[in-house]
């Protein structure tokens, strides 16, 4: 089992910028993949970006160039620092882990963080 704890979330005026974290707990020796998911009421939940444990980065074509994902493995940590926020980028946000093969590949995920961007 994962727990994860998800904070950064907030209102902020387009252009400006948040940090988003989200603090893994439990079976942490297990976790392959951390990232950030975002869904929209009556949509999709979709990828934001994601980070394996050997350091392999996706983001979603939306936000390259203005999203940077990382990870601290010491403090079992995930960041996304998201700048030039734009008000389709508000949403809830949700941290999301992904276990090593030999776990079982399960998935476990936050709570959700509001993100709430104006124009």
């Known amino acids: 089992q994962v727990q994860l704890v998800e904070s950064g979330g907030g209102l902020v005026q387009a252009g400006g910028s948040l940090r988003l974290s989200c603090v893994a707990s439990g079976s942490i020796f297990s976790i392959n993949v951390m990232g950030w998911y975002r869904q929209a009421p009556g949509k999709q939940r979709e990828l934001v970006a994601e980070?394996?444990?050997?350091?392999?980065?996706t983001y979603a074509d939306s936000v390259k160039g203005r999203c940077t994902i990382s990870r601290d493995n010491a403090r079992n940590t995930v960041y996304l620092q998201m700048n030039s926020l734009k008000p389709e980028d508000t949403d809830v946000y949700y941290c999301?882990?992904?276990?090593?093969?030999?776990?079982?590949?399960?998935?476990?995920w936050g709570q959700g963080t509001q993100v709430t961007v104006s124009s």
């Open positions: 980070i394996t444990r050997g350091g392999t980065i």
């Open positions: 999301n882990v992904v276990l090593r093969p030999t776990f079982g590949s399960h998935r476990y």
